[in-house]
């Protein structure tokens, strides 16, 4: 039942709840795996993959694609620039920042990940037939796009 209909909060019930306890969850599983088979931080890994998509990208961009803070995208730079899996180039559109680049280490780790993450995904999702995945990512783009579209003041 949506929680607008109801009359009162009941936290395991309340969809922001759920939906959060769902992705730390799946974070989780899915990070311990990053870090014990290849030292990668659920942050690092992230930013491995936009850059894997996207190609160079500044950190200020890095935060918008991963919806993660400025201070979370340094840490997790740093640790990738410390292993020489990324680099940084200079950014000809704003010479006070820069970009970040996947290096050949960086992309070969890539590599060897994206099928763990891909048999993780699957694995996750076996036993759900194809519509209702294809229903629920679609639900869940619509959720994504209302929530950026309205501020909570406070």
Not at 37 to 62: C, H, I, S
Not at 64 to 83: C, E, P
Not at 84 to 110: I, K, Q
Request: glycine letters at 6%; hydrophobic letters at 45%; a positive charge.
């Amino acid at each position: 039942m949506p929680s607008s209909s109801r009359s009162r909060l009941r936290l395991q019930d309340y969809l922001p709840y759920r939906l959060s306890v769902a992705a730390n969850a799946v974070s989780r599983l899915i990070a311990r795996a990053y870090e014990s088979q290849f030292g990668l931080r659920n942050a690092q890994w992230r930013l491995l993959a936009v850059l894997a998509d996207e190609g160079p990208l500044t950190q200020r961009m890095l935060c918008d694609r991963t919806i993660m803070d400025k201070v979370s995208v340094m840490r997790a730079a740093q640790g990738l620039l410390r292993r020489g899996l990324v680099r940084r180039l200079p950014n000809a559109e704003d010479g006070r920042s820069h970009r970040l680049m996947m290096t050949t280490a960086g992309r070969r780790l890539y590599h060897r990940i994206a099928p763990l993450a891909l048999a993780y995904e699957a694995q996750l999702l076996a036993g759900i037939g194809r519509r209702d995945i294809v229903r629920f990512e679609r639900l869940l783009r619509r959720l994504e796009r209302v929530a950026s579209a309205h501020v909570v003041e406070g």
